[in-house]
């Protein structure tokens, strides 16, 4: 089983601020296999981002994904105010699925 | 357009099953695109996957909870089923019913609105 480490745990930042989240994997991932989701309280994870750096449809092209091997990284160019929420990481390998435990966004 | 919606019991006795079915609708269980999982998230906590079903029924599990787990899918009632067996108050959370695309990409991109199960006597 892949672990997904994510950092920092928290991110204060103020509106129209770049945010940059972390994900690190404990060995190499495929980056066709990377995932970033958003969550909001009382709703379903969204997803964002897939193949490391794909946008998902509908997804503001402020959200932009880059990484490989094991460092992959989400960036929110400018945070817009419903930004703030908690991202999850994911990778899949050998037919398991991890999720990383989440980065928060919150206002500064 | 797809949609999936959790249903079964909000409150289970420990130790007993938890049950859950997720129902689709908008489109086709059949294809070799897509698998069918099941993610929980206990109260202020993160996302962990219990596991999937592809499309010919072949089954993979979360190690944590592999001897405790079962998903079958019935592609005719377009739906697909959870069991967790000898639950735990540890059990309690959100479960998610989700449509996973396979294939050169890999990635949950449909995801039922969440159903809340405590475990409690």
């Known amino acids: 089983e892949i672990v997904l480490t994510q950092s920092p745990g928290t991110l204060s930042l103020s509106p129209g601020e770049r945010a940059t989240l972390s994900c690190r994997a404990g060995?190499?991932?495929?980056?066709?296999?990377v995932a970033w989701y958003q969550e909001k309280p009382g709703q379903a994870p969204r997803l964002l981002i897939y193949?490391?750096?794909t946008r998902a449809t509908g997804i503001p092209d402020r959200f932009s994904g880059s990484g490989s091997g094991t460092d992959f990284t989400l960036t929110i160019s400018r945070l817009a105010p419903e930004d703030f929420a908690v991202y999850y990481c994911?990778?899949?390998?050998?037919?398991?699925?991890?999720f990383g435990q989440g980065t928060k966004v919150e206002i500064k | 357009q797809l949609r999936l919606q959790e249903s079964g019991p909000g409150l289970v006795k420990p130790p007993e099953t938890l049950s859950l079915t997720c129902t689709v609708s908008?489109?086709?269980?059949?294809?070799?695109?897509?698998?069918w999982g099941w993610v929980r998230q206990p109260p202020g906590k993160g996302l962990e996957w219990i596991g999937t079903?592809?499309?010919?029924?072949?089954?993979y599990y979360n190690s944590s909870l592999n001897s405790r787990v079962t998903i079958s899918v019935d592609p005719s009632k377009n739906h697909f089923s959870l069991w967790l067996r000898s639950v735990t108050a540890t059990d309690t959370a959100v479960y998610y019913c989700?449509?996973?695309?396979?294939?050169?990409?890999?990635?949950?991109?449909?995801w039922g609105q969440g159903t809340l199960v405590s475990v409690s006597s």
């Open positions: 989700a449509r996973c695309v396979m294939g050169v990409a890999s990635y949950f991109d449909s």
């Open positions: 908008g489109d086709s269980m059949s294809s070799s695109f897509y698998s």
């Open positions: 079903i592809d499309y010919i029924g072949s089954t």
């Open positions: 060995q190499s991932v495929s980056s066709s296999y």
């Open positions: 193949a490391t750096s």
């Open positions: 994911q990778q899949y390998a050998d037919s398991l699925w991890t």
